[in-house]
């Protein structure tokens, strides 16, 4: 029977890849807490850290001054987890596919195709105050 209280989890730091082993050890407690299991848990912390790691160099183009918000929230038996940054925004259909034989040696160009390959859904929410991508894996 699915659990139906909502827990829920806000850390929001600077641009700066200094907050990456903190933002991986919150996500790593957050999703124990609820009841992943360890490869879920490695999964979505590998899937958070290039996603916050994008929002700090492409979104707010590793500007200290603008923020990046992770929200955490399990409810019903399924994860879901905000990155908010404060950057122009991108269209996520202008990013190379990175299995085409021209891309396959590129040295960047492959972390949002790991997100979806290890989430089980990812959307998009693009504005020119920034980009907010919300990932979600069921339990």
Known sequence: ?????????????PSD?????TIEKVSAKFTASVGFDE????DISIA?????????HHGNKNDKSKKVT???TFEDDCLSIRIIDEGNGFK????????HPDNIMAESGRGLY????LMDNVDYNIT????EIIMYKKK
């Open 114 to 117: 790991l997100v979806k390959a």
């Open 48 to 56: 958070l850290t290039e996603l916050v790691n994008n929002a700090i």
């Open 128 to 131: 020119q105050s920034g980009t």
């Open 39 to 42: 490869s879920d848990v490695d």
């Open 70 to 72: 992770v929200i955490f």
């Open 92 to 99: 996520p259909e202008s990013i190379d596919d990175p299995l």
């Open 1 to 13: 029977m699915p659990d139906n209280s909502v827990q829920t989890e806000t850390i929001s730091f």
């Open 17 to 21: 890849v200094e907050y990456l082993d």
